[in-house]
């Protein structure tokens, strides 16, 4: 496109500058420049460019018009929002940053925090909401602390927690968590009659940098003289596929024939490492379609199909079970990469999952830097700004992509704030149910009727958690010149 290598010098035309920004180092860089590499890159990949006028390949007549274009905006964030397709209803995911080495390390499973996760309900009777403790992270500040899955909490710095306050409450590097007591009242499955007491325990937690490992929990557990393998996966990090796969030695040299796949707390990630989960779980299926990436209009020579493989990247043979039926266990938090597992072994396998609906979101993206390439390499020097913007649908080999409003559970369930319940222990209800269905003792039932799901969780609290990202290299960039 001729447009494209016009935009080229299009920096030495943008003569005038409404707001400057302060690069890595100490050099002022204009608003305009930094607009510009927002504009191209959306171009260039965005998966709903056809449905905005201003990112038309033909929307602007000459360099003049362009320059006029990006200095009508004050800050980069303004120009990316106006470009994003129904941000409340298609594209909930997109988003732009001023610090991509904050985000590469999010994506290494690194950030500061103080290592534990939480759900949060609204207290009955009261506008107040109480929190129950989900998750504590080995060798965090949390578990220093001997926090404790189903602990409850129902203030912060002496603050109840509320429905408005509650993010600016989690907020600060250092806050003292105050516990309560959780009495039923003789009804654990009606929220309603409970009552929950402050109990004068408290504990200061202090956040600290944190490189989580995706598998929380694996373990084996005999069923009726038949191995079940129980994983819980955080996560989909590229950085620890070699960790995964050696789970998978394991539960295949102890001749698992069952596999629950704990997917509740898991907001998603690499879709290659998804592609090689898959693999791990099956095995049976090498060099079918698993997943399928489509573009936008302009990029549909890079539509891309992730295969079930026999080999990770580093050429390390796949650990595979060759099952074919997986429980699947998971909430509204299990999202993107955690649902393309669902929906791609679908065609293939029985997959029962147990839980709650999931987020609902079928986009992939990609990190766009501000370079010639729009990949890492090369970026410019004078600003840390990077877009990660919905880039691809994801299918799966039946071209379904997963519903907006999540997948359906086959076994509905909630989680019980009177019994939360060890994870990776068979009588914690979500993987009780699982086992019930294996015994064939009749399909679980579980009263839902006067539980309530969660008003708000921790992953609501950290940046851009809800992510199926595309690894670099998958998407040729080059082929958009």
């Not at 993010?167 to 009804?187: H, I, K, Q, V």
């Not at 069923?223 to 070699?242: K, Q």
């Amino acid at each position: 496109m001729k447009f494209y290598k016009k935009l080229l010098y299009v920096f030495t035309l943008l003569i005038l500058t409404y707001s400057c920004f302060d690069d890595i180092d100490d050099n002022a860089i204009s608003a305009s420049e930094i607009n510009d590499f927002v504009w191209k890159g959306m171009n260039a990949v965005y998966l709903y460019k056809d449905n905005i006028t201003n990112l038309a390949n033909d929307r602007f007549t000459s360099t003049q018009e362009y320059a006029d274009y990006l200095n009508s905006f004050n800050a980069p964030e303004e120009l990316f929002e106006s470009l994003i397709y129904q941000r409340q209803t298609v594209d909930r995911f997109s988003w732009i940053v001023d610090d991509y080495i904050a985000l590469e390390e999010l994506f290494n499973g690194t950030s500061v925090r103080s290592g534990y996760e939480f759900d949060l309900y609204p207290i009955p009777g009261s506008s107040n909401m109480f929190g129950i403790i989900r998750l504590v992270l080995p060798n965090s500040n949390a578990s220093d602390n001997n926090l404790m899955r189903g602990q409850v909490f129902t203030s912060i710095d002496g603050i109840a927690l509320t429905e408005t306050n509650y993010r600016s409450l989690f907020s600060p590097n250092s806050y003292t968590l105050e516990f309560a007591d959780y009495d039923d009242n003789g009804t654990p499955e009606n929220l309603n009659d409970d009552i929950i007491t402050p109990n004068g325990e408290s504990t200061t937690l202090v956040k600290t940098t944190l490189t989580e490992n995706p598998i929380f929990r694996s373990t084996i557990i005999d069923v009726d003289g038949e191995n079940l393998g129980y994983l819980m996966y955080n996560g989909f990090t590229s950085n620890y596929n070699n960790e995964l796969n050696n789970v998978f030695n394991n539960f295949k040299s102890n001749n698992v024939q069952h596999l629950v796949l704990d997917l509740r707390y898991n907001p998603g990630g690499s879709v290659l490492t998804a592609s090689y989960l898959g693999s791990m779980i099956t095995g049976q299926f090498t060099g079918e379609v698993f997943a399928k990436l489509i573009y936008n209009s302009d990029l549909q020579a890079n539509n891309y199909n992730f295969n079930f493989e026999i080999q990770l990247d580093n050429n390390a043979q796949i650990n595979s079970l060759n099952l074919d039926k997986i429980y699947v266990l998971t909430t509204e938090d299990s999202a993107s990469a955690s649902e393309m597992i669902i929906n791609s072994l679908n065609p293939y396998i029985e997959v029962i999952q147990i839980g709650d609906n999931t987020t609902g979101k079928s986009q992939a993206s990609i990190t766009v830097y501000d370079s010639p390439n729009l990949e890492r390499e090369g970026a410019n020097p004078n600003h840390t700004y990077a877009m990660q913007p919905l880039v691809a649908n994801t299918l799966n080999k039946l071209n379904n992509s997963v519903p907006s409003n999540g997948l359906t559970p086959t076994i509905n369930m909630l989680e019980n704030p009177s019994n939360y319940g060890v994870l990776g222990n068979e009588s914690e209800p979500f993987l009780a149910a699982a086992i019930a269905d294996i015994r064939g003792t009749g399909r679980f039932t579980f009263s839902i009727e006067n539980l309530v799901k969660p008003k708000a969780s921790s992953n609501e609290l950290v940046p851009h958690v809800y992510e199926m990202f595309i690894d670099q290299g998958i998407l040729d960039l080059k082929k958009w010149k």
